[in-house]
């Protein structure tokens, strides 16, 4: 599940979230809560056990309004579920960052902004954090609570997804603030 709306999809959204520590304070906005509290509703019937999230209070706030909602008695949050790093462009404009990586550039997969990471990075972190949940919580129901990107590129690697899928995903289906999906790993 993508965290709910904040002001950075609303009048904000021409600017790339701050940097640390500011970036992890951003809290959902009203219309937010409400998209997640509805969201939590299709969720009643799946038997949801753990729920973890990225450790931003975005997806903290998005994490507990489920849990209330779904009975679960704890949410756990985890650095690795973070939103990409764009380092050195973090609180510039969205235009400045797409002067270095057009929309659709495979360089991106490659190549960080200065003191960032790359997609296939944010990939990995996420991979590795699945890999280890799948071990410790066998036969669990996991919500994993994150961000648009790592939730994107988590999908593309459980469906093994080729660059090219990843960004005609990204630029026809990527995932929207409060939306849920469903990745079945084995």
Request: contains cysteine; positive net charge; proline residues 4%.
């Amino acid at each position: 599940m993508r965290h709910g709306r904040t002001i950075y999809q609303g009048r904000k959204k021409a600017f790339i979230y701050p940097s640390l520590p500011k970036n992890k304070q951003v809290p959902l906005t009203k219309k937010g809560q409400r998209e997640i509290k509805k969201a939590a509703e299709l969720l009643k019937n799946k038997k949801i056990d753990l729920i973890f999230c990225s450790d931003f209070l975005r997806t903290k706030e998005t994490a507990q309004i489920v849990a209330n909602a779904l009975g679960v008695k704890k949410v756990i949050p985890d650095k690795r579920l973070r939103d990409i790093n764009f380092g050195v462009l973090h609180g510039k404009k969205r235009e400045d960052f797409y002067r270095l990586f057009p929309r659709g550039d495979k360089k991106r997969f490659f190549q960080a902004p200065q003191k960032g990471e790359s997609w296939l990075q944010c990939q990995k972190r996420m991979e590795h954090f699945l890999k280890e949940m799948e071990k410790k919580y066998k036969d669990k129901n996991i919500l994993i609570v994150s961000h648009g990107d790592p939730l994107w590129l988590l999908e593309g690697a459980v469906k093994k997804m080729s660059k090219n899928q990843l960004l005609e995903q990204k630029k026809k289906n990527f995932i929207r603030t409060g939306e849920l999906r469903a990745l079945e790993t084995s």
